[in-house]
């Protein structure tokens, strides 16, 4: 956000900073959209415990077992893209640090942050320190999306087997 101010209408800069703004606002986004409806939450999850212990039949049962796996699988399937695709977006800073040791110039390769937060220090002596602050808070902040994402997913999966039980 700090960079994101120090930007003063230089394009470059606002673009660099996009990305780490928009997940910011989609983190904040559905963080708020859970606390707003934490009460419609903890209900669909309650009648979702009793909508499973008052199954009749076995063929019930097994309807609704075969949708929570699917709401299993496309969680985990979600998940595991999530977290794979923030490790390669988090990697591509690490490639000017590798390339100067693998492959050195007579000067040093331009820093290049994922999260372009400004820290008020030399970017360079303090690559590691702010590397590893980024990759922190970008998991933090991917794992309340992927947790936000998949109990919607497992919300919809569950209303889906009761109309094939009804139906």
Request: charged fraction near 15%.
């Amino acid at each position: 956000m700090a960079r994101f101010v120090v930007c003063d209408k230089n394009l470059q800069c606002i673009f660099e900073t996009m990305t780490s703004l928009l997940l910011t606002t989609m983190s904040l986004v559905k963080l708020y959209t859970c606390y707003l409806n934490r009460y419609k939450m903890r209900d669909l999850t309650n009648h979702l415990f009793i909508d499973w212990n008052t199954l009749e039949t076995s063929e019930e049962y097994k309807i609704i077992a075969r949708y929570a796996e699917n709401g299993k699988r496309y969680s985990l399937g979600y998940s595991l893209y999530c977290c794979f695709a923030v490790c390669v977006f988090m990697s591509v800073s690490l490639i000017p640090q590798v390339l100067d040791i693998i492959l050195p110039l007579n000067k040093s390769r331009p820093i290049l942050l994922t999260y372009p937060g400004h820290y008020f220090v030399d970017e360079r002596e303090y690559f590691f320190y702010i590397f590893l602050h980024a990759v922190v808070a970008w998991e933090i902040v991917i794992s309340g999306i992927i947790a936000h994402d998949c109990i919607f997913v497992t919300y919809i999966e569950h209303v889906c087997s009761m109309f094939n039980v009804v139906g």
